[in-house]
């Protein structure tokens, strides 16, 4: 099973860096043939002549066998992870799972009528919200701010701040950085 992948990865690699099979035979002193016979999984390389190959397409050993498959970039409503507190009479969708790795953390954050998030402490960073719907009063210290559907929000988390819905309810987009929730 692992020589088709080698193979198969050495040709794509050739046909990356615009090579023929014998263009790449000649930079690394080998038959055309054997290149074929290579990329069709007919023979395998020893290690020195592997590292050579790699070397002519401009790789190594390490890159090469490291699985690159790229970070997922789309998000489905299967992958999010939610919590409900009822006692606050919010939802917390996390839409992107395992943010807390990276520089922002968004959530989706559905407060019902009257509903509200649990007061946070002063924190380093920048919060940044998008209300979807309803409206929302956010408090940051001992100041509230009114924002409803279509407008935004964006502070430094230096002070105790919370969200607060309106008596319809509200839906956010919110967005931490660094993440926090």
Known sequence: MEQLVIGQKIKELRVQKNLTQEE???RCELSKGFISQLERDLTSPSIATLVD???CLGTNLEEFFTDSEPDQ??????????KIDSELGNTIEWVIPN??????????L?????????PDNPHEGEEFGYVLSG??????GSKGYKAKKGESFY?????????????SGAKVLWISTPPSF
């Open 135 to 140: 409206s929302i009063t956010v408090y940051i």
């Open 155 to 167: 502070y430094v988390a230096g002070k105790t701040h919370y969200i607060k819905a309106g008596s």
């Open 99 to 108: 943010a807390q790795k990276n520089e922002m953390e968004p959530i989706l």
């Open 53 to 55: 190959i790699l070397q």
């Open 24 to 26: 790449l035979a000649d």
């Open 110 to 118: 559905t407060l019902e009528p009257g509903g509200s998030t649990y």
């Open 73 to 82: 970039v789309v998000f489905k409503k299967s992958d999010y992870f939610e």
